[in-house]
């Protein structure tokens, strides 16, 4: 059986969040806000129509369908304004985890194949307003694209009986009951459109009701409840919180059983305040909320390590992390985080960028620009190749190095950050 998703979505209008594709009322100047409430309310995941018309609204649009990325806790979809290759590519590259093809549109039903073979079957969706179109088009959707979106719920039926391939519903205004039979479909994975985006402050009471119909939906089971875990005298249990991208230890907290609860039902972390013996949802004040990513106990269940997403600072000091105050360091040489070394070094680089220094080769490289840069950039990837060619690995490893820094250059150039290489490659 699929499991059964609340993805709501934002209609992309001239920097504003608007009503739907027929529709152009805002219903939010700040689509990022819309993003953090779907955050806060358990979406599964968001879809981003982008609906501009010139080139110059599609980049700026791009650049906000960027953000909404950036700050999604969900996979995002990018539908809209794919007129050629390059836009799927632009999609994908500004984080969206799959684009959509639109299939009432002969342009886009070209472009399947070769973007298929380009990026991958599972980067890619197709929407429809009609079962005859899936149809006639089923084996080349059966090839080259991962699912469907079917743009009305009359599609279902006639779907179900030409394909298998699994069906996110837009949905614009639909009675609850109606609402848990389009779930109940066997080809449904989810749902989509204004019926989500209306209601979701409901998505988590909605999730128990499917949960209570037999419908399986996006939650977190625990493998062990709380009975299972030993307690201290207080009757807490003692919680370490670490970055789950990064590995950084974050922060301690406790749990009691509510909050260990809570913090299953709702996907955020919550903890118990043993200062002021109450519930403490974290970032409910700051907005710093934490997005558990992964639970587990040690070896005697008396201690959890929670992986999360941290959005911006875990101490209440304003600092990343609560752990930052020295008390003794041996003077040992510690084994290189790889991300960390990439980090320091360009942050060496973006410092200057910003401060240039006089003498500096790498300002340089800013002062003459980015053909110069580029010309770097290749002139080294070819000693890459040269010193290949030759026994042992030392040359290469050299190569590889000035290579590494003079894309740095070029990162910090174009503004691109670390992140967004490891997430991209993480993506893929």
Same mark, same amino acid.
């Given at each position: 059986?699929?499991?059964?998703?609340?993805?709501?979505?934002?209609?992309?209008?001239?920097?504003?969040?608007? #009503? #739907?594709?027929?529709?152009?009322?805002?219903?939010?100047?700040?689509?990022? #806000?819309?993003?953090?409430?779907?955050?806060?309310?358990?979406?599964?995941?968001?879809?981003?129509?982008?609906?501009?018309?010139?080139?110059?609204?599609?980049?700026?649009?791009?650049?906000?369908?960027?953000?909404?990325?950036?700050?999604?806790?969900?996979?995002?979809?990018?539908?809209?304004?794919?007129?050629?290759?390059?836009?799927?590519?632009?999609?994908?590259?500004?984080?969206?985890?799959?684009?959509?093809?639109?299939?009432?549109?002969?342009?886009?039903?070209?472009?399947?194949?070769?973007?298929?073979?380009?990026?991958?079957?599972?980067?890619?969706?197709?929407?429809?307003?009609?079962?005859?179109?899936?149809?006639?088009?089923?084996?080349?959707?059966?090839?080259?694209?991962?699912?469907?979106?079917?743009?009305?719920?009359?599609?279902?039926?006639?779907?179900?009986?030409?394909?298998?391939?699994?069906?996110?519903?837009?949905?614009?205004?639909?009675?609850?009951?109606?609402?848990?039979?389009?779930?109940?479909?066997?080809?449904?994975?989810?749902?989509?459109?204004?019926?989500?985006?209306?209601?979701?402050?409901?998505?988590?009471?909605?999730?128990?009701?499917?949960?209570?119909?037999?419908?399986?939906?996006?939650?977190?089971?625990?493998?062990?409840?709380?009975?299972?875990?030993?307690?201290?005298?207080?009757?807490?249990?003692?919680?370490?919180?670490?970055?789950?991208?990064?590995?950084?230890?974050?922060?301690?907290?406790?749990?009691?059983?509510?909050?260990?609860?809570?913090?299953?039902?709702?996907?955020?972390?919550?903890?118990?305040? #043993?200062?002021?013996?109450?519930?403490?949802?974290?970032?409910?004040?700051?907005?710093?909320?934490?997005?558990?990513?992964?639970?587990?106990?040690?070896?005697?269940?008396?201690?959890?390590?929670?992986?999360?997403?941290?959005?911006?600072?875990?101490?209440?000091?304003?600092?990343?992390?609560?752990?930052?105050?020295?008390?003794?360091?041996?003077?040992?040489?510690?084994?290189?985080?790889?991300?960390?070394?990439?980090?320091?070094?360009?942050?060496?680089?973006?410092?200057?960028?910003?401060?240039?220094?006089?003498?500096?080769?790498?300002?340089?490289?800013?002062?003459?620009?980015?053909?110069?840069?580029?010309?770097?950039?290749?002139?080294?990837?070819?000693?890459?190749?040269?010193?290949?060619?030759?026994?042992?690995?030392?040359?290469?490893?050299?190569?590889?190095?000035?290579?590494?820094?003079?894309?740095?250059?070029?990162?910090?150039?174009?503004?691109?950050?670390?992140?967004?290489?490891?997430?991209?490659?993480?993506?893929?």
């Amino acid at each position: 059986m699929l499991v059964k998703k609340f993805v709501p979505c934002i209609y992309l209008y001239n920097g504003h969040a608007v #009503r #739907r594709l027929t529709d152009l009322s805002v219903v939010e100047t700040d689509p990022l #806000r819309l993003v953090h409430l779907y955050n806060e309310h358990n979406a599964d995941g968001l879809i981003v129509f982008d609906m501009s018309e010139g080139d110059q609204e599609h980049e700026e649009a791009l650049e906000l369908i960027k953000e909404i990325c950036a700050d999604a806790q969900m996979d995002v979809t990018g539908a809209g304004n794919i007129k050629r290759l390059e836009d799927v590519k632009k999609l994908l590259y500004a984080g969206c985890r799959r684009a959509v093809l639109d299939f009432t549109k002969e342009s886009n039903i070209a472009l399947t194949k070769e973007a298929s073979q380009r990026f991958g079957k599972d980067k890619l969706l197709a929407s429809s307003n009609s079962a005859d179109i899936i149809a006639h088009n089923r084996e080349l959707l059966e090839s080259f694209v991962s699912g469907l979106i079917l743009q009305n719920a009359h599609q279902i039926r006639e779907t179900k009986n030409v394909t298998q391939l699994p069906c996110l519903v837009e949905v614009n205004q639909i009675a609850l009951n109606k609402l848990m039979e389009i779930f109940a479909q066997e080809n449904v994975c989810g749902v989509t459109g204004n019926t989500i985006n209306d209601n979701y402050r409901d998505i988590l009471a909605l999730k128990g009701l499917c949960k209570e119909n037999g419908i399986l939906v996006e939650t977190l089971e625990a493998a062990l409840q709380w009975e299972d875990l030993t307690k201290n005298a207080e009757g807490l249990i003692p919680v370490i919180v670490q970055d789950y991208r990064t590995g950084e230890v974050l922060m301690m907290a406790y749990m009691n059983e509510e909050a260990y609860g809570q913090t299953l039902r709702t996907g955020r972390m919550t903890y118990f305040s #043993r200062s002021r013996s109450q519930l403490w949802l974290k970032g409910e004040t700051s907005g710093h909320f934490q997005y558990l990513k992964s639970l587990t106990a040690d070896c005697d269940k008396d201690t959890l390590l929670a992986k999360v997403s941290q959005v911006g600072a875990a101490c209440h000091t304003g600092a990343r992390s609560c752990f930052f105050q020295p008390i003794v360091k041996k003077d040992v040489e510690e084994a290189a985080n790889p991300l960390q070394v990439f980090e320091e070094v360009f942050s060496v680089i973006k410092d200057r960028k910003l401060h240039p220094k006089e003498g500096s080769y790498t300002n340089y490289l800013f002062d003459k620009g980015i053909d110069k840069i580029l010309k770097k950039l290749g002139e080294e990837a070819t000693e890459i190749v040269i010193a290949a060619k030759n026994p042992g690995a030392s040359e290469v490893k050299y190569e590889m190095s000035d290579f590494l820094y003079h894309m740095m250059v070029l990162m910090a150039e174009k503004d691109i950050s670390w992140e967004e290489i490891t997430t991209e490659l993480a993506n893929r």
